[in-house]
């Protein structure tokens, strides 16, 4: 019992952060937004394109979250996109008490969009709210088509599903019926963008709906 209670507390705890995280974000206009997706995913490559395609019109910033290494921040940088670095050291998810610790290295004033890249993984990250305003679920085609069936957790709570790498849809068995069915049945409302950011088919609707999220936010 004692070990139960310990997690409660440390849920708690966390729920607690993120609402703190979740009202100062939002009394300055600042839309966050939370990727997690399994390793290999695209998440990183997604977060580029992303990125390219909204920097001329906002101001950007984002939180790679990783085991260990800043293999994804640096790409990032390289952006011209101001990035902090947080390694779990073992870890698999961050939590809101991660995200509060950094936000003084951001220079966060007018700040459109902050990005966070959680650690690769389907699990554990969907029981920690960051403080976010969206959820975005990236679920790649290489991944297979059960994912949403053995995942429930994170595509209930998403609130927008990406399925990338649809340019392999002839190479793997991935069948978009299914998939898209099984979010449905736990998610019935929520956007789903196809698309593939090797030949850039589908951004542009994904870009558009993002936008339209900053613009209300604002």
Not at 21 to 50: C, D, M, Y
Not at 70 to 93: F, M, S, W, Y
Not at 170 to 181: K, P, T, W
Request: aromatic content about 6%.
């Amino acid at each position: 019992m004692a070990e139960i209670k310990i997690l409660k507390n440390i849920m708690d705890e966390n729920l607690s952060q993120a609402a703190k995280n979740r009202q100062w974000f939002r009394s300055r206009k600042i839309l966050v937004l939370n990727l997690i997706a399994s390793p290999g995913a695209g998440k990183t490559t997604f977060l580029e394109q992303t990125i390219k395609g909204l920097t001329p019109n906002f101001k950007l910033a984002a939180i790679e979250g990783d085991i260990t290494g800043d293999h994804d921040a640096k790409r990032i940088e390289a952006l011209g996109v101001p990035v902090v670095q947080i390694n779990t050291e073992g870890g698999c998810h961050l939590d809101a008490h991660m995200i509060d610790s950094v936000l003084s290295s951001l220079d966060l004033s007018g700040l459109n969009f902050l990005f966070i890249e959680n650690v690769g993984n389907l699990v554990c990250p969907a029981e920690f709210d960051l403080g976010e305003d969206l959820k975005v679920v990236v679920l790649s085609t290489p991944e297979g088509h059960d994912k949403p069936a053995k995942y429930p957790l994170i595509f209930s709570e998403a609130q927008a599903v990406i399925i990338n790498k649809i340019d392999l849809l002839q190479a793997v068995d991935f069948d978009l019926i299914i998939a898209e069915r099984d979010i449905r049945r736990l998610n019935p409302n929520v956007p789903i963008f196809r698309l593939s950011c090797k030949t850039g088919e589908g951004l542009d609707k994904w870009l558009q709906w993002l936008e339209t999220q900053g613009t209300d936010n604002g």
